[in-house]
């Protein structure tokens, strides 16, 4: 069983920087692909980022150019910068992690963590 836990959400004002973390247990963190995803209120919920045990990364359009994705896997962290924060960017934000360690690839997810973007 891997333990997801995401850290990093707190209140920003617009035009402002967030760093989330995606911490998750384990001894073959190198092995895991983890995405973000995000849900604001009566929203369903929208894929943010993604990046692959191969380092290879994958942003929504929503986000590019402001986001970006990456790992320290001698940390068991993934990490998701938010940078020119927009209102609309208000968010419960989680992080699931695909274990590609194990042959039937199991899925966890964390709690997740709050974003608000407001004036």
């Known amino acids: 069983q891997v333990q997801v836990v995401e850290s990093g959400g707190g209140d920003v004002q617009p035009g402002g920087s967030l760093r989330l973390s995606c911490a998750a247990s384990?001894?073959?963190?190198?092995?895991?692909?983890v995405s973000w995803y995000r849900q604001a209120p009566v929203k369903q919920r929208e894929w943010v980022a993604r990046?692959?045990?191969?380092?290879?990364?994958n942003l929504a359009d929503s986000v590019k150019g402001r986001f970006s994705i990456s790992r320290d896997n001698a940390k068991n962290t993934v990490y998701l910068q938010m940078n020119s924060l927009k209102p609309e960017d208000t968010a419960a934000y989680s992080c699931?992690?695909?274990?590609?360690?194990?042959?039937?690839?199991?899925?966890?997810w964390g709690q997740g963590t709050q974003v608000t973007v407001s004036s």
């Open positions: 990046i692959s045990n191969s380092d290879i990364t």
């Open positions: 699931k992690v695909v274990d590609y360690s194990s042959s039937h690839a199991p899925v966890y």
């Open positions: 384990g001894s073959r963190f190198e092995m895991y692909a």
